[in-house]
């Protein structure tokens, strides 16, 4: 939750400050880059994560702006992964344009569940996103004749990107790819969230009978942010689908959506960052311990879950900025 | 034809009664203190693994685990709630849903280590296997005796919460939580010794579903997703609810598996869909 300095009171300075570029950011946005010299046989883990942060940037916007918990966020990553196998399935490999459609067709399924979703509040909206998502996964996995069922899409191939790269074995391409996507939509959330939308999203977080009183819209704006995520999920769906060249049931479980909320809260929700920091540590983690056992992965990630709810409640980005904020004050 | 439909209504009414003993605990902990606790059905698969434990290591009969199901369901529900959930009671929706998950994932994963992924046999005693044939249907003898059980628990239970001094107070702290403290009623103690009450009862469900449904690691999100619609469209805190939500999940249940098969749990879903779009706070919700 981004706390509002006492010193600045006129909002247009307050979202120029947030607009303004950090040194930190730009040092994290360059070593995003590192894993191509420094790791060259990790690509496709980093393209994974970089995959697996956009999903969660997606699910910050709901949840860390506009307050909207979802147990069933799988549902338009899983779509837009479904959609983009199939593009490429019935013969048009193309991956920006198939990227395009996987983005669009998230987002109409997105505003159509939008007029559910604004509602709702609290336990029957944490019931509503999981009845949506498990509706979802049953199609999918009932509709075999179309998705493969549980067997996954076969016969997904993409054609090079722009022409010129093929997705290589080594997964440069694919890491590439996926950062550059990253990068661009992380740029348009973050114009998105310091904007006056963004600030009105945060006043439906914290209280939305007051905004109410104002007489500020809350529906229109919950529908579409919702329909933005939506795309965004899909975008990363579809991400998933062109890089690894299969679609399996697993896009659309509960376990993804499980994972993403984790992954989420682990980072710290409202702060755009924390999905990125998240999806580095959990998907890391899951890669060294996978090696080990993979049927106790639960156990740590559990633990960890349990610990950051005790002890960080803002998430690792949350208790860093505490650590600096009182850092900076004791140094005063 | 008819004797299908009543071979339905019979299944569907045992699996029911299932349900009905998973969820009624979590709806009247969450109606009264709206506390999310998606580890409940944790509480199950505990109580279901004491039974086996039981019956398969150190030989116990069947009848002598279920109380044992249910006292040790109980002991981890207090440990629980002492522990982590009193913590959290002021806390949002999403960090409580965060902590319960986190429960989950730990039991699971903990089930996984002690006893492995593969489903559990149960040894149930002989007289509660075979079947009655009525009308030329084959009527199972442990889903008989299931409705039996559950229906004289449901009774105990319902008086316990009309008729004893206990039962009042869960009520008016469920109705209005502020004015029963403002009466003097303890919540957090009512509150304690409920929680435990409706942990204990998904552990007896527990143990008793393991004959019709399995037990394995993956029982405490399987079933979730089941307890969840019939707290939810049964309404918080409602126990005449709960029941009815109970029954109709488990009768429509059996009656898609019979004939739907190829639909799936998709007309579940879709059934609790429409019910909440319509009514919010449940069928017989009050908030």
Same mark, same amino acid.
């Given at each position: 939750?981004?706390?509002?300095?006492?010193?600045?009171?006129?909002?247009?300075?307050?979202?120029?400050?947030?607009?303004? /570029?950090?040194?930190?950011?730009?040092?994290?946005? +360059?070593?995003?880059?590192?894993?191509?010299? =420094?790791?060259?046989?990790?690509?496709?883990?980093?393209?994974?994560?970089?995959?697996?942060?956009?999903?969660?940037?997606?699910?910050?916007?709901?949840?860390?702006?506009?307050?909207?918990?979802? +147990?069933?966020?799988? *549902?338009?990553?899983?779509?837009?992964?479904?959609?983009?196998?199939?593009?490429?399935?019935?013969? /048009?490999?193309?991956?920006?344009?198939?990227?395009?459609?996987?983005?669009?067709? *998230?987002? !109409?399924?997105?505003?159509?569940?939008?007029?559910?979703?604004?509602?709702?509040?609290?336990?029957?909206?944490?019931?509503?996103?999981?009845?949506?998502?498990?509706?979802?996964?049953?199609?999918?996995?009932?509709?075999?004749?179309?998705?493969?069922?549980?067997?996954?899409?076969?016969?997904?191939?993409?054609?090079?990107?722009?022409?010129?790269?093929?997705?290589?074995?080594?997964?440069?391409?694919?890491?590439?790819?996926?950062?550059?996507?990253?990068?661009?939509?992380?740029?348009?959330?973050?114009?998105?969230?310091?904007?006056?939308?963004?600030?009105?999203?945060?006043?439906?977080?914290?209280?939305?009978?007051?905004?109410?009183?104002?007489?500020?819209?809350?529906?229109?704006?919950?529908?579409?942010?919702?329909?933005?995520?939506?795309?965004?999920?899909?975008?990363?769906?579809?991400? =998933?689908?062109?890089?690894?060249?299969?679609?399996?049931?697993? !896009?659309?479980?509960?376990?993804?959506?499980?994972?993403?909320?984790?992954? +989420?809260?682990?980072?710290?929700?409202?702060?755009?960052?924390?999905?990125?920091?998240?999806?580095?540590?959990?998907?890391?983690?899951?890669?060294?311990?996978?090696?080990?056992?993979?049927?106790?992965?639960?156990?740590?990630?559990?633990?960890?879950?349990?610990?950051?709810?005790?002890?960080?409640?803002?998430?690792?980005?949350?208790?860093?900025?505490?650590?600096?904020?009182? /850092?900076?004050?004791?140094?005063? | 034809?008819?004797?299908? #439909? @009543?071979?339905?209504?019979?299944?569907? &009414?045992?699996?029911? $009664?299932?349900? &009905?003993?998973?969820?009624?605990?979590?709806?009247?902990?969450?109606?009264?203190?709206?506390?999310?606790?998606?580890?409940?059905?944790?509480?199950?698969?505990?109580?279901?693994?004491?039974?086996?434990?039981?019956?398969?290591? %150190?030989?116990?009969? &069947?009848?002598?685990?279920?109380? $044992?199901?249910? @006292?040790?369901?109980? %002991?981890?529900?207090?440990?629980?709630?002492?522990?982590?959930?009193?913590? #959290?009671?002021?806390?949002?929706?999403?960090?409580?849903?965060?902590?319960?998950?986190?429960?989950?994932?730990?039991?699971?994963?903990?089930?996984?280590?002690?006893?492995?992924?593969?489903?559990?046999?149960?040894?149930?005693?002989?007289?509660?296997?075979?079947?009655?044939?009525?009308?030329?249907?084959?009527?199972?003898?442990?889903?008989?005796?299931?409705?039996?059980?559950? #229906?004289?628990?449901?009774?105990?239970?319902?008086?316990?919460?009309?008729?004893?001094?206990?039962?009042?107070?869960?009520?008016?702290?469920?109705?209005?939580?502020?004015?029963?403290?403002?009466?003097?009623?303890?919540?957090?103690?009512?509150?304690?010794?409920?929680?435990?009450?409706?942990?204990?009862? %998904?552990?007896?469900?527990?143990?008793?579903?393991?004959?019709?449904?399995?037990?394995?690691?993956?029982?405490?999100?399987?079933?979730?997703?089941?307890?969840?619609?019939?707290?939810?469209?049964?309404?918080?805190?409602?126990?005449?609810?709960?029941?009815?939500?109970? $029954?109709?999940?488990?009768?429509?249940?059996?009656?898609?598996?019979?004939?739907?098969?190829?639909?799936? %749990?998709?007309?579940?879903?879709?059934? $609790?869909?429409?019910?909440?779009?319509?009514?919010?706070?449940?069928?017989?919700?009050?908030?």
């Amino acid at each position: 939750m981004a706390v509002m300095s006492s010193a600045v009171t006129n909002p247009h300075q307050f979202l120029q400050a947030q607009n303004r /570029w950090h040194w930190i950011e730009v040092a994290f946005w +360059l070593a995003t880059l590192l894993p191509f010299v =420094l790791t060259p046989s990790y690509l496709s883990l980093a393209s994974q994560i970089a995959i697996t942060a956009l999903f969660a940037l997606s699910l910050d916007l709901i949840l860390g702006y506009a307050g909207i918990v979802s +147990l069933g966020h799988a *549902a338009f990553f899983g779509f837009g992964a479904y959609t983009a196998g199939l593009i490429s399935k019935w013969g /048009w490999g193309e991956p920006l344009s198939g990227l395009l459609i996987a983005a669009f067709s *998230a987002a !109409v399924l997105g505003y159509l569940m939008s007029f559910i979703i604004a509602r709702f509040r609290h336990l029957t909206l944490i019931m509503m996103t999981l009845g949506l998502g498990l509706l979802l996964f049953e199609v999918a996995n009932k509709a075999s004749w179309l998705t493969g069922g549980a067997d996954g899409l076969q016969g997904v191939h993409m054609w090079p990107l722009l022409g010129m790269f093929r997705f290589d074995l080594y997964g440069y391409t694919a890491y590439t790819y996926a950062l550059i996507v990253l990068f661009l939509l992380f740029l348009l959330s973050r114009r998105l969230t310091n904007s006056p939308f963004g600030l009105a999203l945060r006043g439906i977080r914290e209280n939305l009978t007051r905004m109410r009183a104002i007489g500020a819209t809350s529906r229109s704006h919950i529908r579409t942010v919702y329909t933005i995520s939506a795309a965004i999920a899909g975008v990363a769906g579809g991400l =998933l689908t062109q890089t690894t060249e299969t679609v399996s049931l697993g !896009v659309v479980d509960f376990q993804r959506s499980a994972d993403v909320l984790v992954i +989420l809260v682990l980072g710290g929700a409202g702060r755009l960052y924390g999905g990125l920091i998240g999806a580095i540590i959990f998907m890391v983690a899951r890669d060294q311990f996978s090696g080990i056992n993979p049927q106790y992965w639960y156990f740590p990630i559990g633990v960890l879950l349990i610990a950051v709810v005790m002890f960080l409640p803002n998430g690792i980005l949350g208790g860093l900025a505490r650590l600096v904020a009182s /850092w900076r004050s004791r140094s005063q | 034809m008819i004797t299908s #439909l @009543l071979g339905i209504l019979f299944d569907g &009414f045992a699996y029911g $009664m299932l349900l &009905f003993l998973l969820s009624v605990g979590l709806s009247v902990t969450l109606g009264m203190m709206n506390f999310v606790n998606l580890a409940h059905c944790s509480l199950a698969m505990v109580g279901g693994y004491i039974a086996v434990t039981l019956m398969n290591r %150190a030989g116990w009969p &069947f009848f002598a685990t279920l109380p $044992m199901a249910f @006292l040790g369901a109980a %002991a981890v529900s207090i440990v629980l709630e002492r522990l982590l959930y009193r913590p #959290l009671y002021r806390a949002t929706d999403l960090d409580q849903s965060l902590l319960t998950i986190g429960i989950v994932f730990v039991s699971i994963a903990t089930a996984a280590y002690i006893y492995g992924t593969a489903q559990l046999p149960v040894q149930l005693p002989d007289y509660l296997r075979g079947s009655y044939q009525v009308f030329g249907r084959n009527f199972g003898v442990y889903r008989l005796f299931l409705i039996g059980f559950s #229906l004289v628990i449901s009774i105990v239970l319902v008086s316990t919460l009309e008729y004893t001094r206990f039962g009042a107070q869960v009520r008016a702290a469920v109705d209005n939580q502020r004015m029963a403290r403002g009466l003097g009623i303890d919540v957090n103690g009512v509150f304690a010794i409920t929680f435990a009450l409706g942990g204990g009862l %998904a552990g007896l469900g527990g143990a008793l579903a393991i004959d019709i449904v399995g037990l394995d690691p993956s029982f405490a999100f399987a079933y979730l997703v089941y307890v969840l619609i019939v707290v939810s469209v049964g309404g918080l805190g409602s126990i005449g609810g709960t029941f009815v939500a109970a $029954m109709l999940l488990g009768i429509s249940d059996s009656a898609g598996k019979y004939y739907f098969p190829q639909v799936g %749990a998709f007309l579940i879903y879709l059934v $609790m869909i429409a019910i909440l779009m319509w009514r919010p706070a449940g069928l017989f919700g009050k908030r």
